[in-house]
């Protein structure tokens, strides 16, 4: 995580006027960096123009690692390391192989899955999360934008916040 960023927090009290404030601000060529609402908000990541997520590539990936894992694991026990006949049938029975493989597969993807999305969403064991406003994990929503990656001064995102209906304004760096 980067530091000595700075940003300009606008605060809302309720959900639709964060929503229209989004819109509005948006519409006034302001990159917003992130909204944080103590419960999920619809449409707001359509709002915030958000794409659909890539986490499904990344479980199909997993997924296939897993598939791949376990059926080398089982070819090399059962075919090169230990072999045995069971039940007369080949040293690599590939059939019998499938429950195995399938549930390798949906753990692997399972455990890919949280892993990425632990490191997109920088949730890491080591890291320390940026807290805007303690007050947007109770009543409170509040809307941060990166005073770096905007062209208009302070003042300027200041009055687009307050006509756009925020409650309160505050300037945080971390």
Known sequence: MESGKNFIVGIFDDESVLLSAVKKVRGSDV???????????HGLDDEL???????????????????????????????????????????VAIPSFVPVGFEVTVLLSALGMVGTFFVISNLKPYGKPRIYDIRSTDDKHVMAIDLAKNKKSTDELSSILKDSGAVEINEKKF
């Open 31 to 41: 990159k917003i960096h992130e909204c944080y609402t103590p419960y999920p908000v």
């Open 49 to 91: 123009g958000y794409k659909r997520s890539r986490i499904s590539i990344a479980a199909f990936m997993f997924g296939i690692t897993g598939t791949c894992l376990a059926f080398l694991m089982m070819i090399y026990m059962m075919g090169i390391d230990w072999p045995m006949i069971i039940g007369g049938k080949d040293y």
